[in-house]
């Protein structure tokens, strides 16, 4: 493989920047010519594609968000769309991808293999942290602890205050961010998607610390919660209490997507990136790099696409016994 290329897609992560220069430095470093492609799907239908060198990605390492852009694309979804795509990749003479991204680039991708063949290795990059197949992807330790620096900011004026704050994370299908910052923050309940959490369940929880005297609480809710979002459990909550106790909604909302990238995400970043690339070069093709038990694993596309990722129990446990 002479020719590869590179590209993010979907939402942004913290450590996109760290694994793009992975995979242009092993390139430049294994004798590979390198592209980048702005703007994801969008970009390669619309031949926004440029050569890349070692000098591209100098000063990007400690920098969030993404040099090459990102966009979700929905003419990528047709087939019109992706024989754009193939046509501009054969007028550069690319031979290769590497993309950046969640489920659905993954899934763009393994199309495009089946209908023309052009071999794809994936890096996870997500803040949600819910790819099948690595235990942590990129972005997600930094989302969690930009999470957590707005929980112990929030801890103190609901101490100050006496009040209850539910506060709202990303993560519409995963409670990754949730359980996390929950535990790190001290939360005395933390509501995700993948458990059932019922409202009188949160009540008894805030009452038996009212009869410790607790005088505030912070409640940590998954954005995807089946509940409901955070003001609409707060409101339910509300119903079975007090209506006149004081409470306080806050949502982080995308304040989690940016910022610079913790030391883990820079690690894992590079580690993938340079894994992704020499995963291509060694022949993969439709998989993505993670990193399992602290080793460098390959998953099929068709396996983090189609496979859950469970929430680690343990954790869930362990909000439940700390809030006591």
């Not at 996870?124 to 197949?133: K, S």
């Not at 505030?216 to 809710?221: A, F």
């Not at 080793?295 to 016994?321: G, H, S, W």
Request: net charge negative.
């Amino acid at each position: 493989m002479k020719r590869i290329a590179v590209f993010t897609s979907g939402g942004d992560a913290p450590g996109m920047n760290a694994c793009i220069r992975a995979v242009v430095r092993g390139a430049v470093y294994h004798g590979i010519e390198v592209f980048g492609i702005r703007r994801g799907y969008n970009g390669m239908i619309n031949g926004d594609i440029f050569q890349m060198t070692s000098h591209s990605v100098s000063n990007i390492v400690q920098r969030g968000g993404t040099i090459l852009k990102s966009a979700r694309s929905k003419e990528f979804m047709t087939v019109e769309g992706r024989k754009k795509a193939y046509d501009q990749l054969q007028k550069f003479g690319i031979e290769g991808l590497v993309a950046i991204g969640g489920n659905g680039t993954f899934t763009g991708a393994t199309i495009f293999y089946d209908e023309y063949g052009i071999p794809t290795v994936g890096a996870p990059g997500t803040i949600d942290n819910d790819l099948y197949g690595t235990d942590y992807t990129i972005g997600f330790d930094t989302a969690v602890n930009t999470a957590l620096e707005a929980i112990d900011k929030i801890r103190d004026t609901a101490d100050s205050h006496d009040r209850i704050f539910f506060i709202e994370v990303m993560g519409r299908d995963s409670g990754y961010i949730a359980i996390q910052s929950g535990i790190a923050g001290g939360a005395e309940m933390v509501m995700v998607p993948e458990v059932l959490t019922p409202i009188s369940e949160v009540v008894n929880v805030l009452k038996q610390g009212w009869s410790r005297q607790k005088s505030s609480s912070i409640i940590v809710v998954a954005e995807g919660e089946e509940e409901g979002n955070a003001v609409e459990v707060a409101e339910k909550i509300r119903k079975q209490v007090d209506p006149d106790i004081d409470m306080r909604v806050t949502t982080l909302g995308h304040i989690q997507r940016g910022g610079i990238p913790t030391a883990y995400d820079r690690i894992l970043a590079s580690r993938l990136g340079l894994g992704a690339l020499e995963g291509l070069m060694d022949g993969h093709k439709n998989e993505m790099a993670g990193v399992i038990n602290n080793e460098l694993v390959y998953t099929p596309f068709r396996d983090t696409i189609r496979l859950p990722k469970p929430i680690n129990q343990d954790l869930l446990r362990m909000v439940k016994i700390l809030s006591v």
